[in-house]
């Protein structure tokens, strides 16, 4: 897995970036090929596991990343942050 950048580090890529480009300097491309070597922060997905308890006739959601519980779903996982884009499945627990 890639490392994340620190703001600081797009700060100080940034400040270089502007100051070859200002004074025309031959660093310009070097700054350039900094910010485009800096990685993407995709964001993770995930879906909804749908559960029905038949005995006590109620259903709730899961979170198939971290596992936490809620009684609807919704486009983010308040817990990890996913945001859940995949197909619920469906679970039947007695």
């Not at 004074?23 to 879906?47: C, Q, W, Y």
């Not at 983010?76 to 679970?91: K, L, N, T, V």
Request: proline fraction near 4%; charged fraction near 35%; glycine fraction near 4%.
């Amino acid at each position: 897995m890639d490392r994340l950048i620190s703001e600081q580090e797009v700060l100080d890529i940034l400040r270089d970036y502007y100051r070859a480009w200002f004074l025309n300097d031959e660093r310009f491309m070097e700054a350039v090929n900094k910010i485009k070597a800096i990685p993407s922060a995709e964001p993770k997905t995930g879906h909804w596991i749908s559960h029905y308890d038949e005995d006590a006739k109620e259903g709730w959601y899961e979170c198939d990343r971290c596992h936490t519980e809620r009684a609807f779903n919704t486009d983010f996982c308040p817990d990890c942050g996913c945001r859940m884009i995949e197909p619920q499945e469906r679970s039947d627990r007695e």
